[in-house]
């Protein structure tokens, strides 16, 4: 630890002055300019620096120096006395920073700061007056690697002034990297200072290297280290052998009897937690849980009694606190007293505020309506509102679910240990995530970095300030919403911005999760001129590249009455044309060039319009489907524009053909855009 490190951990330097920061950074072999301390007005030490100068005041509360007024550039030796001293007239000043003036070059903000929920962050971009002003900046979180340092460079708007914008030079971009790396890779600075706000802006990007000009620390108090928890086995929990169910009425029906009903449907051996009654709604009942053999118990009774139920869970190897009017409520006591109720009975505590847990193999359920088809696909949401939406919206455009749960509150297990346990599960193939307050910001963005599986989070109340109040430009641009997507782009997790979009893209990772792709390329067939027009505009906002057709195909095509030559490419789909144009004009072009993707759409419209009959729609699905199958290293997406045109039932018989091929269907292009630019983003991770 060097000197500087102990005297900040001390609390000795609450907030050190540049000085100091900067003796640090050169120690850490950050370059910054030649300087000297001068406290006394005496600039005579100032004499073996070059000319022009900078002059910098440092002093109690002088943080943002710029806007006191506490600096002045391109000053000669002789003009040093002068600017002190007027400084000296308007500000509380302990001393005085003189240092030669940095050459001009591009200017780069680098900055930390400590993420309420996951920890240090790093951020570089545009730096100096156009911080604020442009906001041009990238987010990872630490410690980065040096091609998350490269790529955050990349993904600045201003990243051509780096290499050289209209014939000027070139910044040393290996020098960019390097102090990249000093600051937020492994054993970085992040590592070795207390954390609130860190910030070097402006660092001057030239030819030869950089220089950081201007540099604040702003301490702050490192959290306590998460306990070491061994990892759960959750199967008991979506699968359990035995359900009780607590707060139930013998007389007045309530949630718990609602749940008792969803339970019997399902066949589940069953249990009521009842203190007086020998059966509720024609279930047996116990009086106390302590009385259940049971895996699994749902607690459905005021939170005020909540706790005392919980302390009777011996052996019950999981408790799901339905009931609200805890943290979310402002009774953080409760929650606690909560937590350390089911530590003294042994048991795991799912929520409190939570629905609970839905599983077709373990007949878990906190929805009616039945069990849906067991399948791939995983969710854990702390909604249980909108994870009854997924399951049912879900279920209805054919995905399957192995697991579902919802954590609420999460006081006690976490989104991210679920993570590492699907992570593990045989039945599991593409994880959905819907978080607010992931509560383990850490351990969660860990488990993403470990996932092997596709994950696709879905964030609410991103567009709030991570930082409520922040010191330095580093803490104000460092937002909920950027960090989501730093942990997007870092750990390979798809971000979305919808429900529906969730389902879609897990929709894709249903049907092609597993499929290996041999290009990398996207093909958009089908019909209509304006419609292909729109879809070009689709695919382009979710970021997706239609390139070009190979130029040696278009005889083919034209012999086979395809006479457009773009991508989307115009090929005529109805209920008179002919079902296996499609897949021949897919097989014409793959053999020229692999696809990654296509993308066949279809107007369901015409097929009711000019004609009545549902039978060439469903041969044009066959077609559809016999393309996959000839075709194994290209994903082929469905899509059936304008569905709701068609009677009950056709949609859901074009769904079955093509769910039956390992093909998803969507309604819109748009929803196929952006499950397709998934799967690329998913693929190139």
């Known amino acids: 630890m060097s000197a500087y490190e102990a005297e900040v951990s001390d609390g000795a330097a609450a907030s050190p002055y540049e000085h100091e920061v900067k003796a640090f950074l050169s120690e850490a072999g950050v370059p910054v300019p030649r300087g000297v301390v001068v406290r006394d007005l005496d600039f005579g030490p100032a004499r073996e620096l070059a000319e022009p100068l900078v002059l910098?005041?440092?002093?109690?509360?002088?943080?943002?120096?710029?806007?006191?007024?506490?600096?002045?550039?391109?000053?000669?030796?002789?003009?040093?006395?002068?600017?002190?001293?007027?400084?000296?007239?308007?500000?509380?000043?302990?001393?005085?920073?003189?240092?030669?003036?940095?050459?001009?070059?591009?200017?780069?903000?680098?900055?930390?700061?400590?993420?309420?929920?996951?920890?240090?962050?790093?951020?570089?971009?545009?730096?100096?007056?156009?911080?604020?002003?442009?906001?041009?900046?990238?987010?990872?979180?630490?410690?980065i690697s040096e091609e998350d340092a490269r790529r955050m460079l990349a993904s600045l708007r201003g990243t051509e002034l780096l290499y050289g914008h209209r014939g000027g030079p070139a910044v040393d971009m290996d020098a960019v990297v390097k102090l990249l790396m000093t600051v937020g890779g492994p054993g970085g600075l992040w590592e070795r200072l207390e954390l609130g706000e860190f910030e070097l802006n402006p660092v001057i990007a030239t030819p030869p290297g950089v220089i950081a000009v201007d540099a604040r620390?702003?301490?702050?108090?490192?959290?306590?280290?998460?306990?070491?928890?061994?990892?759960?086995?959750?199967?008991?929990?979506?699968?359990?052998?035995?359900?009780?169910?607590?707060?139930?009425?013998?007389?007045?029906?309530?949630?718990?009897?609602?749940?008792?009903?969803?339970?019997?449907?399902?066949?589940?051996?069953?249990?009521?937690?009842?203190?007086?009654?020998?059966?509720?709604?024609?279930?047996?009942?116990?009086?106390?849980?302590?009385?259940?053999?049971?895996?699994?118990?749902?607690?459905?009774?005021p939170a005020e009694r909540c706790a005392e139920v919980v302390r009777q869970a011996y052996g019950v190897p999981f408790v799901q606190v339905m009931s609200g009017g805890f943290g979310?409520?402002?009774?953080?006591?409760?929650?606690?007293?909560?937590?350390?109720?089911?530590?003294?009975?042994?048991?795991?505590?799912?929520?409190?505020?939570?629905?609970?847990?839905?599983?077709?193999?373990?007949?878990?359920?906190?929805?009616?309506?039945?069990?849906?088809?067991?399948?791939?696909?995983?969710?854990?949401?702390?909604?249980?509102?909108?994870?009854?939406?997924?399951?049912?919206?879900?279920?209805?455009?054919?995905?399957?679910?192995?697991?579902?749960?919802?954590?609420?509150?999460?006081?006690?297990?976490?989104?991210?240990?679920?993570?590492?346990?699907?992570?593990?599960?045989?039945?599991?193939?593409?994880?959905?995530?819907?978080?607010?307050?992931?509560?383990?910001?850490?351990?969660?963005?860990?488990a993403l970095r470990s996932m092997d599986l596709p994950v696709v989070l879905l964030v609410g109340g991103r567009s709030g300030q991570g930082q409520e109040a922040a010191a330095s430009h580093t803490g104000?641009?460092?937002?909920?919403?950027?960090?989501?997507?730093?942990?997007?782009?870092?750990?390979?997790?798809?971000?979305?911005?919808?429900?529906?979009?969730?389902?879609?893209?897990?929709?894709?990772?249903?049907?092609?999760?597993?499929?290996?792709?041999?290009?990398?390329?996207?093909?958009?067939?089908?019909p209509s001129g304006g419609a292909s027009v729109l879809a070009a505009d689709a695919f382009d906002l979710a970021g997706v590249r239609l390139d070009a057709l190979p130029g040696d195909a278009l005889d083919e095509l034209r012999g086979l009455g395809v006479?457009?030559?773009?991508?989307?490419?115009?090929?005529?789909?109805?209920?008179?044309?002919?079902?296996?144009?499609?897949?021949e004009v897919i097989s014409a072009l793959a053999r020229r060039r692999p696809y990654r993707d296509v993308v066949a759409h279809v107007n369901v419209q015409a097929f009711f319009t000019y004609g009545d009959a549902a039978e060439p729609l469903y041969a044009y699905a066959r077609a559809v489907a016999g393309a996959q199958a000839a075709l194994p290293g290209t994903r082929i997406t469905l899509v059936t524009r304008n569905g709701e045109c068609a009677p009950a039932g056709v949609e859901d018989e074009v769904r079955r053909i093509a769910a039956a091929a390992g093909i998803p269907v969507y309604r819109s292009m748009e929803a196929a855009a952006v499950a397709v630019a998934a799967g690329g983003r998913y693929g190139a991770a």
């Open 217 to 301: 620390h702003l301490p702050g108090e490192s959290p306590a280290p998460a306990p070491h928890r061994e990892p759960a086995d959750f199967l008991p929990l979506f699968q359990p052998r035995a359900v009780a169910v607590v707060g139930a009425s013998a007389t007045r029906p309530n949630f718990g009897n609602i749940f008792l009903g969803f339970y019997q449907a399902t066949g589940i051996p069953l249990v009521a937690v009842h203190p007086a009654a020998a059966e509720v709604s024609g279930v047996p009942a116990v009086p106390s849980l302590a009385r259940a053999d049971v895996d699994y118990a749902l607690v459905a009774v």
């Open 328 to 446: 979310e409520a402002g009774r953080t006591d409760l929650e606690d007293e909560l937590v350390e109720a089911a530590k003294a009975a042994g048991t795991r505590l799912l929520g409190p505020n939570c629905m609970g847990v839905y599983c077709p193999r373990g007949r878990q359920t906190f929805v009616g309506g039945g069990l849906g088809p067991a399948g791939p696909v995983a969710l854990i949401s702390q909604s249980g509102g909108l994870a009854g939406e997924v399951i049912k919206v879900g279920e209805r455009r054919g995905l399957a679910f192995s697991r579902v749960v919802t954590v609420g509150n999460a006081a006690d297990v976490t989104p991210a240990e679920l993570l590492g346990w699907l992570a593990r599960d045989e039945e599991t193939r593409a994880v959905g995530l819907y978080l607010e307050d992931p509560r383990d910001g850490r351990e969660l963005y860990e």
């Open 56 to 143: 910098k005041a440092f002093g109690p509360g002088l943080v943002h120096k710029s806007d006191a007024g506490a600096v002045a550039l391109g000053l000669t030796y002789e003009e040093l006395g002068a600017a002190a001293a007027a400084m000296a007239s308007r500000l509380e000043v302990a001393g005085f920073l003189v240092e030669e003036q940095a050459e001009a070059g591009v200017e780069l903000i680098v900055g930390l700061v400590r993420d309420p929920g996951f920890g240090p962050v790093l951020l570089t971009g545009l730096g100096g007056v156009w911080t604020e002003v442009l906001r041009d900046t990238a987010l990872r979180l630490c410690p």
């Open 476 to 526: 104000g641009l460092v937002s909920d919403r950027r960090i989501w997507e730093a942990v997007a782009e870092q750990t390979g997790a798809v971000l979305v911005s919808s429900q529906d979009d969730l389902i879609g893209v897990l929709a894709f990772f249903q049907a092609h999760g597993s499929r290996v792709t041999s290009g990398d390329g996207v093909l958009v067939i089908g």
């Open 563 to 583: 006479t457009a030559s773009g991508n989307p490419l115009e090929v005529p789909v109805g209920p008179l044309g002919r079902a296996s144009l499609v897949p």
